[in-house]
């Protein structure tokens, strides 16, 4: 089994699919490891490292050629920019892991049926204890939420903790964070360590206890939110009454804000405004907006992806692709992520075994054998349900 590792091509990527790391544990196990020249420098690993680990150095369509299972970040799909290169150079019978926005691009699914190819989806690893070390959308999301705090200190006129000086006393930020998602929560503990004063909120009832054990405060506005919480953890897509109410009794919550990071994102939609442009206006002057959601339209009304704005002396920041700002640990949670799922579907002599019985294999896969076999894209793309002997098991 030949395991190709192309470099990146979108632009602003930076990760790469597996380090060196994840790739030594492999030798002696009947896979073979084929990474493209370059691939790794921009998370700091060279193709000597590489090398040392046992993998072998090629071009890239050598990589594309000879690779049996391609490992990506940004597969086409999630590559809108420049994804169709890749699309070209795959052939029938191989695999390809990575980051696709199946539920945000629903068609690619069909793109890869088309031809031949078999497709995991990494954003569809389902959120079950057994698959945790495959999830990449909390590896990355911890990531952001991280970075988010950072490029809000740093866009801030004033500093983060309380300063007791000689010349007076600096009143620490305070800081609000929207949504207790993972990133959310790496937010809240973030600013928490840096100083601040860390409210967080979120519409689902059980995220109470998880802003408390990061240090925050839990806000509570009068709503009922008992149906607030859908599949996997995440928030399920609310009615435009509930909505709006929301944003009537945060305005309030908002106008005393040093710093809002909103995380609020449900799976292939758009994301939910949370902030509207009046409620900005009722921000006070110098406060900063970092909208985590800008890359599915934004949480805050005005948010624009990749631009930073002030409107009425707020400063809106729609930051995009933020883990690919961190490479290094980036790749390094990335890679543990596809190590994990290598593990999961090769057996010990390195062959692929795909059992659509088993739910990491059902819910990943978006295209096998010619077909879409997953359901859930099948009913987005207005395709009748698959016969059950369509997704039987398959080996190698």
Known sequence: MIIGIPREIRPGESRVA?????????????VAFLVERGAGVLAGASDTDYQTAGAEIADREAVFTRADILLQVQAPGA?????????????PDQLVAGMMDPLGEPAIA????????????????????????????????????????????GAAPRIMPMLMTAAGTLQPMRVFV???????????????RLGGVVEAYDVRPTA??????????????????????????????????FIRRQQELMTEVLAQQDLVITTAAVPGARSPILITAAMVAAMKPGAVIVDLAAERGGNCELTELGKTLEVGGVTIIGPENLAASL???GSQMYGKNMEALLSHLLDAEGNLQLDFS??????????????????????RLGMPPLAPATTGEETS
Request: glycine share 12%.
């Open 208 to 241: 109470r206890e998880q802003i408390l054990s990061v240090g925050a405060k839990p806000i509570e506005l009068a709503l009922e939110t008992e149906a607030a919480e859908g599949g996997g953890g995440y928030a399920r897509e609310q009615s435009a009454d």
């Open 110 to 153: 069909s793109t890869f049926a088309k031809t031949g190819i078999t497709a995991i989806a990494m954003e569809l690893v389902p959120r079950i204890s057994r698959a945790q070390s495959m999830d990449v959308l909390s590896s990355m999301a911890t990531l952001a939420g991280y970075k988010s705090v950072l490029i809000g200190a």
């Open 18 to 30: 597996m380090l060196p790391a994840n790739i030594a544990p492999w030798s002696g196990k009947g």
């Open 358 to 379: 088993d739910e990491i294999v059902f819910e990943t896969v978006i295209a096998h054998g010619g077909e879409v076999p997953h359901k859930a894209l099948r009913e």
């Open 327 to 329: 490479p290094i640990h």
């Open 178 to 192: 929207m949504g207790a998602g993972v990133a959310g929560l790496q937010a809240c503990a973030t600013a928490k």
């Open 79 to 91: 590559n809108t920019v420049n994804g169709d290169e890749d699309l070209a150079r795959l052939r």
